[in-house]
């Protein structure tokens, strides 16, 4: 019985030691969270507004260029797909790379090859794994991304899609991440980034009728519209690309912490089993002495009276 005690008790001291590490981890992810709020929030504006711009500029002339014209037959995609460098976060890498199969397959089916680019290194273990192709793969800063890293990971993106699909160019440009919807909502989404999809929302409609006149009523292009599209074109692709990876920022810091709070819980409720078993285990063990000692007594004194006799 003392062994089973000391066993229960050594088991205990680890399980704690192990809550104290993910408690801290928890509240760490907890503080990252906010941080990487603000810089989704502040991003934001900019990416809209700039692919607002993008739109009116596409409304408003009549010119073929990779940011708003699709490709009559299109024969090759790029996909970027955004994961984690760490793991300890439940299935946000996992989810991720699930989004970006699911559209390779659909890709796939319509006739297109798909060039794969991967940002982090769980997606980069994946497909390394699996002994698949990656035309370039970046690691070491999903966690706290800045401009300069989009503008790294957009460059041979921007390169690919003004080169025609004869010298290794594509024709699409996709994106895989997980986009920050609350602190208990985490949803991977799959978007085409170009062409740009040519829609006006309501919102937008509206405006143009108020102001009497297409949506090219609102600018005028100078040099030309191409060479505006030229210049927008980086910056587009640059500006979203930043966005989606503080999205995902935020979306990895929430899903660590969510982790790390249930392995919390988990070790607390361990804590609360080995100790009942503790518990009993000496319990069972004074039980026992006590029993051992009644007899040796009772045993004494049968041969106490026997002698006297």
């Not at 928890?26 to 607002?52: C, F, G, H, W």
């Not at 790294?152 to 994106?175: K, M, N, Q, S, Y």
């Amino acid at each position: 019985m003392g062994a089973q005690l000391r066993v229960y008790k050594r088991r205990i001291k680890s399980v704690t030691a192990t809550k104290k590490i993910t408690r801290a981890m928890e509240m760490i992810a907890a503080s990252r969270i906010v941080k990487a709020q603000r810089k989704v929030a502040a991003s934001a504006p900019y990416a809209d507004e700039l692919t607002n711009a993008v739109t009116a500029v596409g409304h408003g002339a009549d010119v073929k260029h990779p940011l708003t014209t699709e490709a009559e037959r299109p024969r090759r995609a790029a996909l970027l797909l955004i994961t984690s460098d760490r793991g300890l976060a439940g299935g946000y890498s996992a989810n991720a790379i699930k989004a970006a199969e699911e559209l390779t397959g659909r890709l796939v089916a319509e006739g297109k090859q798909v060039d794969a680019y991967v940002v982090g290194r769980k997606g980069v273990a994946y497909y390394g794994f699996r002994e698949r192709p990656v035309t370039q793969s970046w690691t070491g800063f999903t966690d706290s991304p800045t401009y300069a890293d989009a503008k790294a990971v957009a460059a041979p993106l921007i390169e690919a899609v003004r080169r025609d699909t004869d010298e290794g160019g594509v024709d699409e440009l996709h994106i895989v991440y997980t986009e920050f919807v609350s602190m208990m909502t985490q949803t991977p989404v799959q978007r085409r980034m170009l062409p740009l999809a040519m829609e006006s929302t309501a919102e937008e409609s509206a405006e143009v009728l108020r102001r009497g006149g297409g949506a090219h009523a609102l600018y005028e292009f100078e040099p030309s519209p191409e060479q505006v599209l030229d210049a927008l074109l980086p910056r587009y692709v640059e500006s979203r690309i930043y966005n989606a990876m503080l999205q995902a920022a935020a979306s990895k810091h929430a899903a660590t912490r969510r982790a790390m709070k249930s392995a919390t819980d988990n070790a607390e409720e361990l804590i609360r089993s080995l100790t009942r078993l503790a518990n009993a285990a000496r319990q069972a063990e004074i039980t026992q002495e006590i029993t051992e000692i009644v007899g040796g007594a009772s045993a004494l004194a049968d041969a106490t009276a026997g002698s006297e006799r």
